[in-house]
């Protein structure tokens, strides 16, 4: 099973730099590592990236990201929001990719924010699940991410 991990990055990384921050890299280490050790394969741009030590440029970016969502089983999608370093414009466009491939997705959405209406209506598009996750980046995601994924895996066999 491939899982494209989804999530908001700029808002993470160092000033000046785009490197992601030790205490986000953690997080996802851990997660990277509970998906691989399920037997799953996991794409997260980031680590494509070699955590922005690596960045190239934005058009190589943008086909490495769509060409894996294509191949990728379903999304796993961290919209983020105003209180976790703002909404990500990527993981939106790769919101947009999705449904127009009509792939199974994800998404983690937090109670009482006002996600866009676009947003909460995929599910008419494409298979769209919605998991209340009021945390960011914490143990807490993470053990919800991991349901997922247990849900998933079991649909597999």
């Known amino acids: ?38 037997g799953h394969e996991c794409y997260l ?52 990719w999705a449904s127009a491939l009509n792939k199974k997705t994800h998404i983690l959405v937090e109670e009482d924010f006002p996600y866009s209406p676009v947003l909460l209506g995929l599910d008419a598009l494409t298979p769209t699940y919605y998991h209340k996750c009021n945390h960011f980046l914490d143990d807490a995601m993470l053990n919800c991410i991991e349901n997922i994924i247990i849900e998933e895996g079991s649909k597999e066999r």
């Open 45 to 96: 741009a980031i680590r494509e990236e070699q955590w922005g030590e690596y960045y190239k440029n934005p058009q190589e970016s943008t086909m490495r990201d769509y060409n894996a969502l294509k191949d990728s089983d379903f999304l796993i999608v961290i919209p983020g929001n105003n209180t976790s370093n703002g909404i990500s414009g990527g993981v939106h466009i790769e919101l947009g």
């Open 1 to 38: 099973m491939k899982v494209f991990i989804s999530c908001p990055f700029s808002g993470l990384c160092n000033d000046n730099k785009y490197e992601i921050k030790d205490k986000y890299k953690t997080f996802f280490l851990n997660l990277i590592s509970m998906i691989e050790n399920k």
